[in-house]
């Protein structure tokens, strides 16, 4: 006699009186580098954004509430820029969105060449970028 609760109890309760098939198996060796480059890709897509090269709006705003609560403890100062540029739709719907893009991403690398290293600058929306100036000393 069998004790209450034997696994072949649970298995004929779940899956009658036929056990599950096996639809496919592998047994070989497994090349894992395409998975790996996938998750670097989606880390990297998740962090900057793939038309300027810039932080993400995520990462750009992650950063500053890391520079704020920084400042917060030890009574510093951080400033913000927000660079908006105005009528760029223009520029989308006259020339196209891959114009648009290309000037997206001119615009976005003159303004890294315009600051220090120690300046953070992320994409902040379609139109505009977002400038973390750490440690400010006012």
Do not use: W
């Amino acid at each position: 006699m069998r004790a209450a609760g034997f696994a072949g109890d649970r298995a004929k309760a779940a899956f009658g009186e036929r056990p599950p098939a096996i639809i496919h198996s592998f047994s070989g060796p497994v090349d894992y580098a395409a998975e790996v480059q996938a998750k670097s890709e989606l880390r990297f897509l998740a962090e900057f954004d793939p038309v300027t090269g810039l932080r993400s709006r995520t990462a750009i705003t992650a950063l500053l509430q890391e520079e704020l609560a920084s400042a917060t403890m030890l009574d510093g100062k951080v400033a913000v820029m927000f660079v908006d540029l105005t009528q760029f739709l223009v520029v989308n719907r006259t020339l196209g969105y891959a114009a648009g893009d290309q000037v997206l991403a001119d615009i976005a690398r003159k303004v890294v060449a315009a600051v220090p290293d120690t300046y953070l600058v992320g994409r902040f929306d379609g139109h505009s970028l977002l400038v973390v100036v750490p440690d400010t000393q006012a």
